[in-house]
């Protein structure tokens, strides 16, 4: 078992960063994939990132493409999100999650464990 737990969220101005953290207990993160998607009201779970287990691959939805960063650090068993200029638009709830498949998984079906998610709201 992995249980993500979400942490860094809140509110931003737009064109602002935020850092998002995503630590596991159980199980180490360190064979999973990570990825991060995103949620509002009344719209489908949206995929945001994902990163490999090694960390060497990675991959980015197209809304946040050169602007948000995934990474880990699997000494610490945690997973981040740095989302630089920030628009409304990002404001959602943002979930971590992780899988044991290989890769750089962008479906949420393909994810096993998930977090509870952390709000971002980015005023205009």
């Known amino acids: 078992q992995v249980q993500p737990v979400e942490s860094g969220g809140g509110l931003v101005q737009a064109g602002g960063s935020l850092r998002l953290s995503c630590v596991a207990s159980?199980?180490?993160?360190?064979?999973?994939?990570m990825g991060w998607f995103r949620q509002t009201p009344g719209k489908e779970r949206e995929f945001v990132a994902a990163?490999?287990?090694?960390?060497?691959?990675?991959y980015n939805g197209d809304s946040v493409e050169g602007r948000f960063t995934i990474s880990r650090d699997n000494a610490r068993n945690t997973v981040y999100l740095q989302m630089n200029s920030l628009k409304p638009e990002d404001t959602a709830v943002y979930y971590c999650?992780?899988?044991?498949?290989?890769?750089?998984?962008?479906?949420?079906?393909?994810?096993?464990?998930w977090g509870q998610g952390t709000q971002v709201t980015v005023s205009s």
């Open positions: 999650a992780a899988t044991l498949r290989l890769g750089v998984p962008a479906q949420i079906d393909e994810y096993d464990y």
């Open positions: 159980g199980r180490t993160l360190s064979r999973c994939a």
């Open positions: 990163i490999s287990w090694g960390g060497s691959r990675r």
